[in-house]
């Protein structure tokens, strides 16, 4: 027991965290090489009002319970035990740590030498002895009652899923129907007129980017940056106070069900974009905030000949040992929580290559999965990987297992390429239009398993895409040296914004192109909040610290015309089945069928043959879709049957006179044309005997009459 200390009341050893209870509250912190520790109880400016001793310890978590102790109660903890580096040993009593369970934080990080377990500026193999109480966050003790009466999750199938990919502060901070003292929170995005956009857009799964409790890094603080992406989680459990409208001591975790039960009131799903392969604490000479002073050789992944050193395959200096039992656990926790706590509807793993690496290679075996797959808790959740992360073998698309989507980054690459005319033929391209059964057949996963998208927020907004060549990120103080570098030329002309009429129209044909293969292909669509309505960012395609109108959605100057385009897309996608198909098209004549699914067409209208498709100079392709042949039905059995619809993509710069299919009907309607700037009003239709001239890049959509 620590001097002067009082001794804690047993409590019990779960769950771990700060639990409520009708004699007070249960603390309980799993630390497995601890040799004591200290719950300290403290008031708004860091001070302690008073320090107890979890003198109980079963099964390596320390636990007990305080009387008195409710809802708002702020917390730390004081971990004792060795520091001795070299041996991945890092505790430091002198360093006031977040609990990893905490249900809300308050408070922010005050930079400073205090903060770090090691004598700043001598290395990290002396310990420090500086307290970091005044300079630190504080846990939050919550209550989880909240009102849940009436609210429906929305299950919507993969096969009507269309996901679209936002920021809570950078959707609704210049928003003009938002109350201004709602901008940049949970309440704004449950707002009515931010919900409005949602649902008119036709979307029907917000994925929000992550809103576990996160840290702005010193080198972003000492530049006048701030965290804006929010890719350095110090908090699992607990919602980003710094969303909040209502408060911080609690009242962030109300807002947050507030706003997923409005979601969900109109039929939209919640997706949280979870980061659970690093932490905020970096490297070894990184800050001592939580997990490194609590149990540093659990929660991480060290070096095995040379534990003083973090295992990263993230490039954020640590990454999380998800092969260890506690920090599984706490990943399951967490998880966990959020569906059944906070009502989530799934998860986008970050980096989640990371996650699957149990040894050294990525092992789709691994424990993570395996729990996961075991949960019935997760059972009915989406769940999203990120399939690469950056150590060796990382790249790991189309290879995790069955209930697991991917971002697709081959359809993005693919598609990008077919658009700016620098991909050879056809043949990859019309493997992406169809779902990447390359990729995600043989493994029994349907079409949706691929997540198809061409912008996501790291990187080019749609806009900028097709507007520039090179990055222009010149004020992230990186000297331009971040960010990819993989835009090449779009044969623009111009780099940048322009007033040339010729270039300007260009631009707004390819972000129609771009926008109509993604949210006609087969799988699951992602948009980016902003490509629906012309955003750009000047160039900047890594806006991680631009907390401002660089990386803020402009309403002001919405691209009318696009967002009405892009609701006309996401309709027609809705009203056919043949573009929503729950498996993989065959190609061939099946048993009981007359025709085959997909016919691949040249602008003869004739069937592709072996040699078209190995010609790598071939920039047109047309896609025709039997809907006399959808091997899908409704839950009552019956048979789905649509209209077969026929897709021609010529990204060539020139015209082209297209001969319709013959056999598949006399008269086509034309219900879509990228090269017109408006979507028809009524439709075109025209005889199948009669050449269709498809203009230069361009993508034309015709149904079956």
Request: with cysteine; aromatic share 10%.
């Amino acid at each position: 027991m620590t001097d002067g200390n009082i001794a804690a009341w047993p409590g019990r050893s779960y769950p771990l965290g700060a639990t409520i209870r009708e004699d007070g509250t249960n603390f309980a912190l799993f630390a497995s090489d601890a040799e004591a520790v200290e719950l300290i109880l403290l008031d708004e400016a860091g001070g302690m009002l008073a320090a107890y001793d979890l003198v109980e310890q079963t099964d390596l978590v320390w636990h007990g319970l305080i009387p008195h102790v409710g809802p708002g109660t702020r917390y730390g903890y004081r971990v004792h035990g060795a520091y001795d580096a070299n041996r991945g040993l890092r505790h430091n009593p002198n360093k006031l740590l977040l609990d990893p369970y905490a249900r809300a934080i308050t408070g922010s990080v005050r930079w400073g030498p205090e903060v770090f377990g090691y004598v700043w500026g001598r290395g990290d193999g002396q310990i420090s002895r500086l307290d970091s109480a005044e300079h630190m966050p504080h846990s939050v003790v919550v209550d989880n009652s909240f009102d849940w009466t009436g609210e429906h999750r929305p299950d919507v199938p993969w096969s009507d899923t269309v996901i679209y990919e936002t920021h809570v502060r950078g959707f609704t901070m210049r928003h003009p129907g938002i109350p201004e003292e709602l901008r940049g929170t949970y309440a704004g995005l449950a707002h009515p007129a931010a919900i409005e956009h949602l649902t008119t857009l036709g979307i029907t799964s917000v994925e929000l980017m992550p809103v576990h409790q996160f840290v702005d890094p010193q080198h972003l603080v000492d530049h006048g940056l701030r965290n804006f992406w929010g890719y350095d989680s110090v908090g699992y459990f607990a919602p980003e106070a710094r969303y909040s409208s209502a408060g911080d001591k609690g009242e962030q975790v109300v807002e947050f069900k507030a706003m997923i039960k409005a979601l969900h009131a109109a039929g939209l799903e919640v997706i949280l974009d979870v980061v659970y392969n690093h932490t905020a604490e970096g490297s070894e000479m990184g800050p001592t905030l939580c997990f490194r002073g609590v149990d540093n050789r659990s929660y991480y992944r060290l070096v095995e000949e040379k534990p003083r050193f973090y295992y990263d395959v993230t490039g954020c200096g640590n990454s999380l040992n998800a092969g260890s039992p506690s920090t599984l656990q706490m990943i399951m926790d967490s998880l966990r929580y959020w569906v059944s706590e906070m009502h989530v509807d799934g998860f986008r793993f970050d980096l989640a290559s990371a996650l699957a690496r149990q040894f050294y290679d990525v092992d789709r075996l691994s424990a993570f999965f395996d729990i996961i797959h075991q949960d019935p808790t997760l059972a009915h959740v989406k769940l999203i990987a990120e399939p690469w992360d950056v150590g060796e073998g990382g790249y790991q698309v189309g290879n995790f297992p069955v209930r697991w989507a991917e971002w697709n980054g081959k359809y993005r690459d693919c598609v990008r390429d077919y658009w700016r005319g620098q991909v050879a033929g056809v043949g990859e391209l019309a493997a992406r239009l169809t779902g990447s059964s390359d990729l995600y057949q043989g493994d029994g996963r349907s079409p949706f398993s691929s997540i198809n998208f061409v912008t996501a927020h790291d990187g080019f907004t749609l806009r900028d895409l097709v507007s520039y060549n090179d990055k222009h990120n010149q004020a992230n103080g990186e000297e331009n040296h971040d960010g990819s570098d993989d835009n090449r030329s779009w044969n623009c002309g111009v780099e940048g914004e322009t007033d040339d009429p010729a270039v300007r129209a260009l631009r707004q044909r390819q972000q129609r192109n771009l926008l109509a293969t993604l949210i006609l292909s087969v799988g699951c669509p992602m948009i980016v909040a902003g490509d629906e309505m012309g955003r750009t960012q000047r160039g900047n395609n890594n806006v991680y610290c631009q907390d401002n109108e660089t990386s803020w959605l402009d309403w002001e100057n919405t691209d009318r015309e696009l967002l009405d385009y892009t609701r006309h897309l996401i309709a027609l996608r809705a009203e056919q089945p043949v573009l929503r198909r729950q498996r993989f098209f065959a190609g061939q004549v099946g048993r009981g069928q007359r025709r085959k699914d997909v016919v691949w067409l040249d602008d003869h209208g004739v069937e592709m043959t072996e040699a078209q498709w190995d010609d790598e100079s071939r920039r047109s392709l047309g896609m025709l879709l039997n809907g006399d042949e959808i091997p899908d039905h409704t839950a009552d059995g019956h048979r789905i049957r649509g209209d077969t619809l026929l897709l021609i993509v010529h990204s060539h710069h020139k015209d082209k006179l297209w001969t319709l299919p013959s056999g598949w009907g006399d008269h086509w309607e034309v219900l879509l044309n990228t090269a017109q700037g408006t979507p028809p009003a009524r439709a075109r239709v025209i005889e199948a005997a009669k050449p269709l001239r498809v203009s230069s890049r361009s993508l034309v959509v015709l149904r079956r009459v």
